[in-house]
């Protein structure tokens, strides 16, 4: 591994153990065995160096997330039971011990004082919601039109952030896979039943 690599490695042990806001450049360097320029060098900044290292973590565990609907296990694209086993399979991550969800938790809290981070975690937000949408209804992620980002990934995208948001803060009450698709079929219920 290189500098670049091992600068990342090291940030993503950081933010797991002290998260965003209490991780120096030093504490970085030490980690990774590097020197204080290589994270400007190939980073920007330490911001930069752990947005990206935040995006890295999420992504790894976006496999998880598929579980066996990616493997094909016959839950339709698009159907409850897709629904309910990829909520479920995230809610495994969570309650993994050290969840770096709970970083999310932290940036939504602290936004305003790390904004490059933020900034850079909202950019790659949106592709986090094009992901959801083909994992959840089938498909490529390149084929997914911006149209379905906007409205059917948004809506993922907020039910992922409150379901962050209340694992960290009660994991005790918070819902599973299978409340939440209970949820969403007793909503699909209400509305057809107020069509006619």
């Known amino acids: 591994m290189g500098h670049r690599e091992d600068l ?4 993503k042990r950081c933010l797991l153990e002290k998260g965003f806001a209490r991780t120096t450049a030093r504490d970085i360097v030490k980690e990774s065995g590097t020197n204080l320029a290589s994270i400007g060098y190939h980073y920007g900044s330490k911001d930069a160096l752990l947005a990206q290292a935040y995006v890295s973590l999420v992504e790894g565990a976006s496999a998880a997330f598929a579980g066996d609907a990616g493997a094909g296990s016959g839950a339709a694209p ?3 039971e897709r629904f309910r086993e990829v909520w479920s399979n ?3 991550t969570m309650r993994e011990p050290g969840s770096f969800w709970r970083l999310s938790a932290e940036i939504a809290v602290m936004g305003d004082q790390l904004p490059e981070v933020r900034d850079h975690l ?3 937000q949106r592709e986090a919601s094009r992901g959801f949408v083909a994992l959840l209804m089938g498909g490529r992620e390149e084929d ?5 980002v906007d409205t059917l990934g948004a809506f993922y995208t907020v039910l992922m952030t409150g ?3 209340q694992w960290t803060f009660d994991p005790k009450t918070a819902p599973d896979g299978a409340a939440l ?3 969403l079929r007793r909503i699909i219920e209400a509305a057809n039943a ?3």
Not at 8 to 11: N, R, S
Not at 144 to 148: K, N, R, S, T, W
């Open 144 to 148: 997914v039109p911006e149209d379905a």
């Open 181 to 183: 698709a209970e949820g």
């Open 122 to 124: 909202a950019r790659a």
């Open 8 to 11: 990342l490695e090291g940030a």
């Open 90 to 92: 995230i809610v495994a």
């Open 78 to 80: 698009g159907s409850l």
């Open 194 to 196: 107020n069509q006619g």
């Open 163 to 165: 379901l962050i948001a």
